[in-house]
């Protein structure tokens, strides 16, 4: 019922586009359209068992944007989806609305003044860090630019300031295509083939940047919220009735900032960091078992990553790059959340959304210590390689980052090495293919075989 009443909405969103042009009702001159279909293959492999997995998903896309002048305009995109999973022998027929919004620019164009840029509708919300928030939400962004000196002055140490704000919702999203994971309550929901939208959210993002400050770097402050808005919520001390509840509602706080720029020459570096407060309701140990009760646990964590990169463009634009990232953990935690806290305040780090470049072992950051070696060059505008290597770590010996096949009682703090190979080759002006390799090797801290990753993903653009 989900799949198809999503599709459904899709369907009738893309056909009123297509009506509103063949009607005249929106001129075809201030009228970009386009489209785009692509077939991705997903093939892994355990290379000690022989266990194959195989996935394809197909998708057709069109988008429109309509012109109100040059730099305002409504954009509309959206995508039917046919995804085929070999292992339950299952076809999964979706549709989607990625973008509906329109993009007001209000600025004086004769003078370099303040300019304020605005968004209204459905767009993809992230932290300037990209780190704690990346997903469509539906709402608000505010981008509100103000100089802070005229041409010619090259002394000035913040020559401008860049507030941006922005507010949006989960709540009209289709449960398929939501990508939180804070709870249990969100994860009941995308079993739950009868749960259209996913679960209700509100999402609060408030950022000063200051662009170019003391010889071209850039200073980033910024503040996020989520606030659970589900209506099914317990309060502490109430007993679990039945063992199918998933109530958990959980809001969270955080704080933070970046510092990005140019060290010298080619060198480059990007380093931050973000503090999170949150609070969960939750049954006693995460146990929704007759009887239990719900009780309340805080979360206070952090988070630190630095980053460093060469760049040579001369020579077919290469980028080395080094990245390390470390999540905060909880000592005493059974599991990889919050409900699994056993004493005081828990203190493993968690994100609003799910983060990670890695192709097969993806972890989250409570207690991950992750390590990245990049290489990437792009000759022309046709091709693109890069090689990723990925180092993955816990700093201490527990549960970590929401990884399968942790061995229970193990003392080792190494988990594993990745590497993965990404070719980016376009064809022709329409036709494009990527292709993707993986490898995984996990150290005895995880009960998991060799792991290999096979990924061909070919798109056509009309």
């Given at each position: 019922m989900k799949k198809l009443t999503s599709f459904f909405f899709t369907k009738c969103a893309l056909f009123s586009l297509v009506l509103l042009i063949s009607t005249g009702l929106v001129?075809?001159?201030?009228?970009?359209?386009?489209?785009?279909?692509?077939?991705l293959h997903n093939a892994t492999f355990d290379l000690d068992d022989n266990i194959v997995g195989y996935s394809n998903e197909s998708v057709a896309e069109l988008w429109a944007r309509f012109n109100i002048d040059q730099a305002n305009y409504v954009s509309i995109r959206g995508n039917l989806t046919l995804e085929y999973l070999l292992d339950s022998d299952t076809i999964i027929f979706n549709g989607d609305l990625d973008e509906l919004f329109i993009r007001l620019l209000f600025a004086d164009k004769a003078a370099a003044g303040p300019s304020n840029l605005l968004v209204v509708g459905r767009s993809l919300f992230t932290d300037t860090s990209g780190v704690i928030l990346s997903h469509k939400l539906d709402g608000i962004q505010n981008t509100l630019t103000i100089p802070l000196s005229q041409p010619g002055d090259f002394d000035v140490v913040f020559p401008s300031f860049v507030w941006k704000f922005s507010a949006g919702t989960s709540a009209l999203l289709f449960n398929h295509s939501s990508g939180f994971l804070l709870n249990a309550a969100d994860i009941a929901n995308l079993l739950d083939d009868t749960k259209i939208l996913a679960v209700?959210?509100?999402?609060?993002?408030?950022?000063?940047?200051?662009?170019?400050?003391?010889?071209?770097?850039?200073?980033?402050?910024?503040?996020?919220?989520?606030?659970?808005?589900?209506?099914?919520?317990?309060?502490?001390?109430?007993?679990v009735a039945d063992t199918t509840e998933t109530s958990s509602r959980i809001n969270s706080l955080y704080a933070g900032g970046h510092?990005?720029?140019?060290?010298?020459?080619?060198?480059?570096?990007?380093?931050?960091?973000?503090?999170?407060?949150?609070?969960?309701?939750?049954?006693?140990?995460?146990?929704?078992?007759?009887?239990?009760?719900?009780?309340?646990?805080?979360?206070?964590?952090?988070?630190?990553?630095?980053?460093?990169?060469?760049?040579?463009?001369e020579a077919a634009n290469l980028k080395i790059g080094i990245e390390s990232i470390l999540g905060g953990f909880d000592a005493d935690a059974t599991g990889s959340d919050a409900s699994s806290n056993v004493s005081g305040d828990y203190s493993g780090f968690s994100t609003i959304t799910p983060r990670g470049s890695s192709e097969i072992l993806i972890p989250q950051l409570n207690n991950i210590s992750e390590s990245k070696l990049s290489l990437s060059i792009k000759p022309d505008e046709n091709l693109r390689i890069a090689l990723n290597s990925y180092f993955f770590a816990r700093p201490y010996d527990a549960e970590a980052g929401g990884i399968s096949g942790l061995v229970n009682g193990s003392q080792l703090y190494f988990l594993g090495y990745e590497a993965d190979l990404k070719v980016d080759l376009r064809i022709s002006s329409e036709w494009g293919l990527s292709f993707t390799y993986g490898f995984f090797a996990p150290s005895e801290a995880i009960d998991r075989n060799n792991e290999m990753l096979l990924k061909l993903e070919l798109n056509l653009g009309l």
């Open positions: 001129p075809l001159a201030a009228v970009d359209l386009g489209g785009n279909l692509s077939t209700p959210r509100l999402l609060l993002v408030n950022e000063f940047l200051f662009p170019r400050f003391a010889g071209g770097q850039t200073l980033a402050l910024a503040g996020s919220a989520q606030i659970d808005l589900s209506q099914d919520i317990k309060q502490v001390g109430d007993l510092l990005k720029g140019k060290i010298a020459g080619p060198l480059f570096y990007e380093a931050g960091g973000y503090f999170q407060y949150a609070s969960q309701i939750t049954p006693v140990g995460g146990t929704y078992s007759i009887g239990n009760a719900y009780e309340q646990i805080n979360t206070l964590a952090g988070m630190a990553y630095l980053n460093f990169s060469l760049f040579f463009p």
